[in-house]
T-cell receptor
């Protein structure tokens, strides 16, 4: 199974600033995703990171706020822009092989606090 | 909207007891997966059961699927303190390969 490395593991940021989270997979994967998770809650999908093209965003998430890059099949970044306290959350990267019935493999997440 | 809904939301048991968590969903699925999340970590895939399967085992884990009732259960036998975690079900439906996660069950196993 794929091993996902995500960094930073946590950060405390000032409102109005931006933070870029990196996600590295140890093997080439077809699909990569970014999720947000409030402590003790379920996962909310932000977007699917598409290699070589613009990410596909879920309802309620926009590119200006959460720009995503995916330059190759093993790496992706998520930027949280112009942060406010409401953006305080856990951000998780995941990877999944192609085809039906493939499990997702997750990084350990980035715990983000906005002051 | 979330597809899977886990029940109970929280479960507290003693080491050695069995833990049963349930997941209900609303629409037809291709498969259902169970994940575990330890505190401060990402989710780890435990087991996948396809819509044409009724039961699967993996070590101390037993998963059942009842498509007529749109429900699944995860049984952890002879629980250990290390099983303390949140457990999520996730469903894949239609032509989408992206699973939809439920709210999770928080399991505490007391030593």
């Amino acid at each position: 199974s794929a091993v996902i490395s995500q960094k930073p593991s946590r950060d405390i940021c000032q409102r109005g600033t931006s933070l870029t989270i990196q996600c590295q997979v140890d093997s080439q994967v077809t699909m990569m995703f970014w999720y947000r998770q409030q402590p003790g809650q379920s996962l909310t999908l932000i977007a699917t990171a598409n290699q070589g093209s613009e990410a596909t965003y879920e309802s309620g998430f926009v590119i200006d706020k959460f720009p995503i890059s995916r330059p190759n099949l093993t790496f992706s970044t998520l930027t949280v822009s112009n942060m406010s306290p409401e953006d305080s959350s856990i951000y998780l990267c995941s990877a999944q092989g192609s085809g039906a019935g493939q499990p997702q493999h997750f990084g350990d997440g980035t715990r983000l606090s906005i002051l | 909207s979330q597809q899977g809904e886990e029940d109970p939301q929280a479960l507290s048991i003693q080491e050695g007891e069995n833990a049963t968590m349930n997941c209900s969903y609303k629409t037809s699925i291709n498969n259902l997966q169970w994940y575990r999340q330890n505190s401060g970590r990402g989710l780890v895939h435990l087991i996948l059961i396809r819509s044409n399967e009724r039961e699967k085992h993996s070590g101390r884990l037993r998963v059942t699927l009842d498509t007529s009732k749109k429900s699944s259960s995860l049984l952890i036998t002879a629980s250990r303190a290390a099983d303390t975690a949140s457990y999520f079900c996730a469903t894949q439906s239609g032509g989408s390969y992206i699973p939809t996660f439920g709210r999770g069950t928080s399991l505490i196993v007391h030593p």
